[in-house]
């Protein structure tokens, strides 16, 4: 069964427009170093879809679609010293840190603000808009994404 999710990045960081430039539109989805966050990577399987989202913009949102091409392998950065995100408790045999590939599907003529999400009151309990929710990635329900599906559809006419 297909599962769905949010992954958020700094466009100033890697954009959704960094992404679809990348070879084949594909790219690690790598750095994650919340457990949380890394236990929902590891969950995720070949085929499911994820939101782009860009944080840390103005203003935040959803800017784009990607899929999942490559269930969960080991973050190889863990292992390099010359990394940001290296771990020092990391080995080649137990990484403590997971990525999956994501490829660029679409991005929305016009983004999902952050202040548009809270207004829709069929996503109140969106793990997204919980106060306190920090986390780079995090699950979406099937009635949320279908929500956010009719909105991106409606925003860009």
């Not at 959704?16 to 084949?24: E, F, G």
């Not at 989805?29 to 085929?47: D, H, I, P, S």
């Not at 290296?86 to 997971?98: A, E, I």
């Not at 983004?111 to 997204?128: I, K, N, Q, Y």
Request: glycine share 6%.
């Amino acid at each position: 069964m297909k599962q769905y999710w949010l992954l958020k990045s700094e466009p100033q960081t890697f954009s959704i427009d960094d992404l679809a430039q990348s070879l084949h539109q594909t790219t690690c989805w790598e750095g994650v170093r919340n457990y949380q966050a890394r236990n929902f990577l590891r969950t995720m399987k070949l085929g499911d879809h994820a939101f782009f989202y860009h944080s840390n913009d103005d203003p935040p949102g959803i800017v784009g679609l990607v899929e999942i091409v490559k269930d969960s392998y080991a973050d190889h950065y863990a292992l390099d010293p010359k990394s940001r995100y290296y771990d020092s408790k990391s080995t080649p045999t137990l990484s403590r840190w997971s990525m999956v590939d994501v490829q660029y599907i679409q991005k929305f003529s016009i983004p999902l603000s952050l202040g548009t999400l809270r207004d829709v009151g069929e996503l109140e309990g969106m793990e997204l808009l919980r106060k306190g929710s920090r986390l780079s990635v995090q699950p979406v329900r099937p009635h949320e994404w279908k929500i956010i599906m009719r909105l991106a559809k409606t925003s860009s006419r």
